[in-house]
């Protein structure tokens, strides 16, 4: 089953231990993409100004994506700069220009408004909501956000959660959101807002899932390659998104390997600069290394 | 086989924002006794002072522990005061007063002397060297420490690392030691300075092991009840050292299930003040833990 991911694309800017890149390709949907289209055809539904270069275009195309959703409007495409310092675990972001972010409002053609698996990666709520509008029946919604929307969109966030499914948050946002320090307990309450499925994100240290009929944790696959976090948080998804959309049923054995799976991809992707080691990926890689993990967790 | 343990047994004065304990029974090398007495014999190796009560010799007796070599010096007992805020994954030392441990000089008896299963709890290095220059033939010796010996005595304890087989650190500890932030990279230094395995525990993010054969890494079992972690690490390595000794044998996936119950026996000992937890279980209780842990992390 194809999937539709809304969100950003971005041009990036990022400074870490390992080096300085200038204007590459991001964003929280493109990041998605390069995991998720390992497994199942996915229809990017985002917005980029009209300084975005072609070759970004064309490199998105030849990774199989569908790009009928991917708008050019007038005036600049999103940037971020950020940089990461000691353990690379939290980006401090240096600067954000919405651009054409600001004033946008997807569209998806009648072919994509059928399409099942739906996944909401970061941008205004109030935008998430909109394009939920347009989808006729999804079967699986998979939402996720960050501080900035918690803390001046609350409202608007609490409600785009009574519509969906999963929602995947880092553990900062788990705590903000839900005011508990504790990660079970935070977990629990963000069940409570609507979503039957809670998954946080823990960076370097790994991953919650939480539902009321199960719990599930695994910890990152240990690695000393961290070039650039950048992004693993949506590439996670994608490779959790993308399992269950491949999988196309849903009991806690397809989530557990969803979640490993996300996982793998997570890592990556923090082996190189932006997309440049998920970009290169097949299914087998993918495959290889959660045979390893398995190793490193089974017991 | 038997486990001989070497480390403190202290006065613990603690305060969470779950309650505050005056004076309960604490010490690195009580906490380990309480979880490896649940696999095998455990012999303490420790000091305490005149004012040490009787109800606390009486209840480590109760709880089968061999007291031959648990000195009482003339002195006062040593003293931990300390609290937890927030997160409850480190503590804030508030007092520390050595009494009897500053001038500590541990004997065992003849019999000790054969113990094959050796772990040195957090005291002064040269103690611990000490220790094992009084013990025939030892088959696996595991090793804790802390940052204040790192910082203060480095030399003393890169001596005594040469000697032993399992370092058991925590994330700080770990960095701290190698110089490195990325936490497999700092294992891989601290293989380099002689113990053929490496643990470091992680809190509430779990544990990862490594050696030259296998990596192996687990979350902490996933609990919402945390009410004091004092002792976790100690009563983590009681685990993993108990089930080794009872295994009797050592390979990955002995190592890897001692890990695993290492990981639940440190679960239960935060969900109350000291020992008030652990003293209480039997091999049954961690057993029926740890299948619930498998169904956290088996994917």
Redesign the interface.
Known sequence: MSILVLGTVALDSVKTPFGFRRNILGGSAAHFSMSARLFTPVNLVAVVGQDFPGKHIKFLEEKGLILTSLNRDKGKTFRWEGKYE???NSALTLNTELGVLSTFQPTVSAKQKKIKYIFLANVDPDIQRHLLGHIHSPRLIGLDSMNYWIHHKRKELLRALKLIDIYVANDQEARSLSGE?????SA?YLRSLGPKMILIK?G???V?FYSDK???????Y???K?IDPTGAGDTFAGGFMGYLARAKKLNA?VI??A??FGTVAASFNVEDFGMDKTSRLTLEDLEKRLIRF??????
Do not use: M, Q, W, Y
């Not at 398995?294 to 017991?299: D, E, H, K, L, T």
């Open positions: 000691g353990d690379l320090t504790n990660l079970l307990k629990r823990k370097e240290h790994g919650l199960f719990i599930f944790s695994l910890p990152a240990p690695t000393d961290v054995a557990k390997k979640l490993a398995r190793n490193c967790v089974v017991f």
